[in-house]
């Protein structure tokens, strides 16, 4: 049997049902008319496509729909909605799903609509495999669009201190733990303090940005760092959070001892017109970052300066 | 293995979701509508169930986030998964369609041992007690699926500890050939929860098996015993449990520290009492 795209069904009517049959040969189809099940599987084990029946229970369908577009993890899951005739004209801006069809469409067309939103998704990811994060074409186009539009927006450079160390203590694989609950620290904060007017980026490796209003942008920083430090002891082992720093070796033999892998973030308020290109914005930003780095522990500093 | 106990391991594979009692989820559900309300605040009530506690720390330590069986506390889990993921989990949550009365009386049972579990790790000063309390609200969970998933065996095991006046333990050992420890084990592990937290559901009856987190696994042991020896909830049997010498010999309690818990336990359960009274009130 040739390889299927898995899509999940959430849905109720005898129609879907044949419908299901029908998709078969195409889908590896995972159904279900129970919301929580259908919660359970997505978030657990996420399909590559969502088919959800709004008749199953209108307001269920709303709030999923909300829930999973505003995952980080679930962002580039496309969602379609089935609707009936009557329910059709409605406001797509709260219910942002990838697509509709409608209630007993033919199901040649039902079925190139999922492939197809399989296909627009691939178009637009850039994002970084490892966190779901957008990645660098698209933190450069929005710093470069709050720059062209002038906005009281403060770009803050993210990134962990000791964090090779960390990685040769205990692997690779521990390190991208890491980087990933960082990650999903900083799509929340960002998620829960600024909503819509927040975003995150993965640059790579070690390094994040995030953007916000520049009147939240201290506040925000707070937050990672307190988030951060309490989920830290999470990842490491319970003998050296008992001696509480890593001892390693140096190369001329000599035993040190190093701290925890720590956040340093370095702010730069856009201010108005003060750049006009983005590749400013992180000249400035790595001046920050020597001076919040010499620090100890998990800082931010934010550029007070003037011009 | 028994073919009942590989008739439960995949009955446990398969289960979708255990349901909870319905005024936690209306408070919840409440808390949640209320935009001042905080994740804090959402925290503090989810921990009060520990089949909430249990599905939100399933998701986050599931292998699809990528940090299997690093996360064991909910405050943790919330910072993680985020607010709206949590939200979700709540308004999806199932709860039991008819409730009875022993349902409640395991509820209370477990959470008199997540506050017990926590006042001995602050005591003996262990590094992170919530992960303890965590613990200690999980540990009887494989009651829980024996009550929702195996109800016709749970009346088998209810029959003889009547008829025969033994433990319950005893008699699932007599029925099932292990016992709700294993049980939660099983299942524990099928959510990837951290060791730091399978140890003591698997082992709270049976210390010395416990391998790397023994201090943990002895606190939940002892705390076990306070709860039943003050007769807060019911875990199944109207006794004792008999204290594991290993676990004592793990905790090295002296009576002072008993002498300071004890009053402090009191004023945990006087708080208790009031909360389980409103949910009952909720209910009626």
């Given at each position: 049997m040739k390889w299927r795209n898995k899509l999940f069904i959430l849905a109720r009517s005898e129609w879907v049902k044949e419908l299901t049959s029908f998709l078969k040969d195409e889908f590896f189809i995972e159904f279900s008319d129970i919301p929580e099940k259908a919660v359970?599987?997505?978030?657990?084990?996420?399909?590559?496509?969502?088919?959800?029946?709004?008749?199953?229970?209108?307001?269920?369908?709303?709030?999923?729909?909300?829930?999973?577009?505003?995952?980080?993890?679930?962002?580039?899951?496309?969602?379609?909605?089935?609707?009936?005739?009557?329910?059709?004209?409605?406001?797509?801006?709260?219910?942002?799903?990838?697509d509709?069809?409608?209630?007993?469409?033919?199901?040649?067309?039902?079925?190139?609509?999922?492939?197809?939103?399989?296909?627009?998704?691939?178009?637009?990811?850039?994002?970084?495999?490892?966190?779901?994060?957008?990645?660098?074409?698209?933190?450069?186009?929005?710093?470069?669009?709050?720059?062209?539009?002038k906005e009281k927006v403060a770009v803050a450079y993210v990134d962990i201190d000791q964090f090779k160390p960390f990685?040769?203590?205990?692997?690779?694989?521990?390190?991208?733990?890491?980087?990933?609950?960082?990650?999903?620290?900083?799509?929340?904060?960002l998620g829960l303090k600024c909503r819509e007017e927040g975003f995150v980026g993965h640059i790579g490796g070690d390094d994040f940005v995030f953007?916000?209003?520049?009147?939240?942008?201290?506040?925000?920083?707070?937050?990672?760092?307190?988030?951060?430090?309490?989920?830290?002891?999470?990842?490491i082992d319970p003998e050296d959070l008992e001696r509480g720093y890593f001892i390693a070796r140096t190369r001329q033999g000599k035993i040190e001892k190093i701290p925890f892998p720590s956040l340093s973030i370095a702010v730069v308020p856009l201010r108005g017109g003060r750049f006009k290109h983005y590749g400013e914005v992180s000249a400035v930003a790595s001046e920050l970052k020597k001076i919040v780095k010499a620090k100890k522990g998990s800082n931010y500093l934010i550029d007070r300066r003037k011009n | 293995m028994s073919e009942l106990k590989k008739q439960i391991k995949k009955r446990l594979k398969n289960l979708q979701s255990l349901p909870t009692l319905p005024p936690i989820v209306g408070q919840l559900t409440k808390l949640i509508a209320d935009e001042r309300s905080t994740a804090q605040q959402v925290a503090a009530l989810i921990e009060k169930d520990q089949v909430l506690t249990g599905k939100v720390l399933k998701m986050v330590n599931s292998a699809f986030y990528g940090f299997p069986r690093r996360i064991s506390t909910v405050s943790n889990a919330i910072v993680l998964l985020g607010f709206n993921v949590v939200r979700t989990l709540v308004i999806t949550a199932s709860i039991f369609e008819t409730m009875q009365a022993q349902d409640l009386k395991l509820w209370e049972h477990s959470l008199g041992t997540a506050a017990a579990?926590?006042?001995?790790?602050?005591?003996?000063?262990?590094?992170?007690?919530?992960?303890?309390?965590?613990?200690?609200?999980?540990?009887?969970?494989?009651?829980?699926?024996?009550?929702?998933?195996?109800p016709e065996i749970l009346k088998q095991i209810e029959k003889t500890v009547q008829e025969k006046g033994i433990y319950f333990r005893e008699a699932e050992q007599e029925i099932l050939d292990f016992d709700h420890g294993e049980i939660g084990r099983l299942l524990a592990n099928q959510w990837n929860l951290p060791e730091r937290l399978v140890e003591p559901i698997a082992y709270h009856h049976a210390v010395e098996k416990a391998r790397k987190f023994k201090k943990e696994t002895a606190i939940v042991h002892f705390a076990d015993i306070m709860v039943r020896a003050v007769g807060y909830g019911s875990g199944g049997d109207p006794w004792v449990p008999p204290l594991n010498d290993k676990a004592w010999k793990i905790l090295r309690l002296t009576e002072e520290d008993i002498f300071e818990l004890i009053p402090a336990f009191d004023e945990k359960l006087i708080e208790l009492r009031l909360f389980t009274l409103e949910m009952q009130n909720e209910m009626a």
């Open positions: 359970e599987k997505v978030l657990n084990n996420p399909p590559e496509l969502l088919l959800i029946e709004e008749a199953l229970s209108p307001e269920m369908a709303k709030n999923l729909v909300l829930a999973f577009k505003k995952d980080l993890h679930l962002t580039f899951l496309p969602i379609l909605l089935i609707v009936s005739q009557q329910e059709l004209n409605k406001d797509w801006e709260k219910l942002p799903v990838d509709f069809v409608l209630e007993k469409a033919n199901p040649e067309e039902i079925k190139s609509r999922l492939k197809l939103a399989l296909v627009r998704v691939k178009c637009s990811a850039d994002a970084n495999p490892l966190t779901g994060l957008p990645g660098n074409t698209s933190i450069l186009r929005t710093i470069q669009e709050k720059i062209d539009r990685n040769d203590r205990y692997g690779f694989a521990r390190g991208d733990e890491i980087l990933r609950a960082l990650a999903r620290i900083l799509s929340n904060v953007i916000c209003p520049e009147d939240l942008v201290e506040e925000v920083c707070q937050e990672i760092i307190e988030e951060y430090e309490r989920i830290l002891p999470n990842f | 579990a926590g006042l001995l790790a602050t005591k003996l000063e262990l590094k992170n007690p919530e992960e303890v309390t965590t613990a200690g609200l999980l540990h009887d969970i494989g009651k829980v699926v024996l009550r929702t998933e195996f």
